[in-house]
């Protein structure tokens, strides 16, 4: 299809802060947004319209996909039958594909192996029966994951031997899940790969990402990871979007194992839409994440991927945005807020990027 | 005056692409906007809410600004009692101290001139009476300007001789006007200052400035003025908002006469907000000018000025917009569309920042 010119509607499903960062994105380029989401987020403050409704809302989705010139999503637990009353009347990017194999973490580990592409060992755990061969099959200790719904390490129990994974599945309520074994890594990266509508896949720099509690707590560019193995990164990234029919930010998030590994890279997991590891992007790259997924959905060339600062970008939980104002005085630093009324513990306030001249 | 709080609402008089800009600005920072306009415009698309009403409408403009944490405009010919009415409610940034100055030439100049620094030659042309003693004080050749209401070479007559005033004068339908003697300047370049509550002053790099037909083509840094004389330029756009006890960024405009001259620079004119020749701040500085102008007048600290890149900003004027497809695939540009429905001769429609590593 041919780019939609400027001025057309970008539908977006979820009005939170990828929602919001999307919209301001959305906003340099001439173009608008209209926001469907089941509660108004911070998202619709900076909308030209919004759309508050159930995701199950049927009608609603589509008369929704009726008012904008495409569809896209912010978070990867859009309703399948959500996304598939919007594309029945408007493109859906990127499409139902990755949300189907996102949403289920079985689905996902089982597509990304069957491409060749390195994942950690794991095994289905669906009820008492499954316990002896999902431990067998990850050989030790491992994280019981339910297969839907978890995120920022919610969902999730570690386990030291086969003999805590009957408690852990408990724990878990007995929801089907997944035995992921541990994987020995050095540090994490991700890969943020942006794919236009031709098949065009360009990267930003690898981050190193840091976690605190199972939430993203730094990433920073330039990482340590060795230049072959970043571009190998990037070619796993590639491999996984080509083969969803990608459209637009895919967040790939993988464990280096170390220079020395036979198998440097083990993929941890995927996200299909743009990824809080992506937020320097804002400050240290010319085109942003945000800007390059806008790009993307409708169909406009790529913007520039490389950074002209180094960057760390660091999360602010809960209370740490009480520091707001001195974070906003603090010199090369770039302070981003979400609007979000109530700093409650775990919840993602903002984020700050402190940018430093580029090293090399 | 303390800090708005993230969540607050800044309200913004003029709903163009410099309050959108401005809106976009305040969504990083977790604030919302509130746009008055008489007609909807391309920032309505990006505000938590809009009031389409004329400017005189006092109680319209009273409700907006009780519904609002600060004022403060987009444009320099808000009405002042609009202003006026506002600031009965609310706090307005700048002051209409600024409004009333940069209204009028005439008072702008003056009130320059009477703080010691340079301006070109002028005089009032308010009829008839006045051509003679005008021509004798420019001394020649000069610029026949309206006092009210000019902008991008609009409401301006150039003149060879005295023998052209009153041609000039009935070709501007004799309204109040000021005669401005021509400087014989080297390059054109501008202050883009940003003044804090608390009087602290902040300048982004002097860049040079280029006009196509009156309107502003592009702005460059670093420019090829000397260290010394740029900053003797933010000195002097500095005494200007301190007479003003301004809140928010003010823009400069300046002639360089050339490191030889015995006064080396001379104020063009001034706008009382955000200004054309500070867009390229967008891509190459960590905060832009449009950031720091929201974090001035909600109170909050300043943010950086440095830049980061060097850059030039062109501006799309009417079917310049038209490339937009081509202008968005090029390498190293950031594009800028104001989402304007049509791209009429003369009409701002975007701009575009292309960025090189910084130099020096």
Request: aromatic share 6%.
């Amino acid at each position: 299809m041919s780019a939609l010119p400027p001025g057309s509607t970008i539908g977006i499903l979820g009005g939170g802060q990828l929602g919001r960062m999307m919209s301001l994105a959305a906003g340099r380029l001439g173009l608008k947004c209209h926001i469907y989401s089941d509660v108004r987020g911070p998202a619709c403050d900076f909308a030209a319209a919004s759309t508050i409704a159930p995701y199950e809302d049927t009608a609603k989705i589509r008369a929704f996909a009726e008012a904008v010139d495409v569809v896209t999503y912010e978070f990867e637990n859009v309703p399948l039958e959500a996304a598939a009353a919007a594309e029945a009347v408007a493109p859906v990017r990127p499409g139902p594909k990755a949300l189907e194999v996102a949403q289920d973490r079985l689905a996902e580990k089982t597509f990304i192996r069957d491409l060749g592409i390195p994942v950690a060992p794991f095994a289905a755990v669906d009820n008492a029966a499954s316990f002896d061969a999902a431990a067998a099959g990850i050989g030790g200790a491992g994280i019981l994951k339910t297969r839907r719904l978890g995120y920022d390490g919610k969902g999730q129990m570690r386990i030291a031997s086969a003999a805590e994974l009957p408690g852990a599945f408990e724990a878990l309520k007995g929801v089907p899940s997944i035995l992921e074994g541990l994987v020995p890594f050095a540090f994490e990266v991700s890969v943020l790969v942006v794919r236009g509508v031709n098949g065009e896949t360009r990267f930003y720099d690898v981050p190193l990402n840091t976690h605190k509690e199972g939430i993203l707590d730094t990433s920073t560019v330039p990482s340590p990871i060795p230049p072959a193995h970043a571009k190998r990164a990037t070619e796993l990234a590639a491999a996984i979007a080509d083969a969803l029919g990608y459209v637009g930010v895919l967040g790939v998030e993988m464990f280096y194992l170390g220079a020395d590994a036979p198998e440097p890279l083990v993929i941890n997991e995927i996200a299909p839409r743009v990824h809080n590891s992506g937020h320097w992007t804002q400050d240290a790259c010319l085109v942003s994440q945000f800007e390059n997924h806008i790009r993307a959905v409708a169909g406009w060339p790529l913007g520039a991927t490389e950074r002209h600062s180094d960057v760390t970008m660091t999360n602010l939980i809960g209370a740490d945005v009480d520091r707001w104002a001195a974070l906003a005085a603090e010199p090369g630093t770039a302070l981003h807020l979400y609007g979000k009324p109530e700093a409650r513990p775990g919840r993602k306030m903002g984020h700050v990027n402190r940018i430093r001249p580029r090293s090399a």
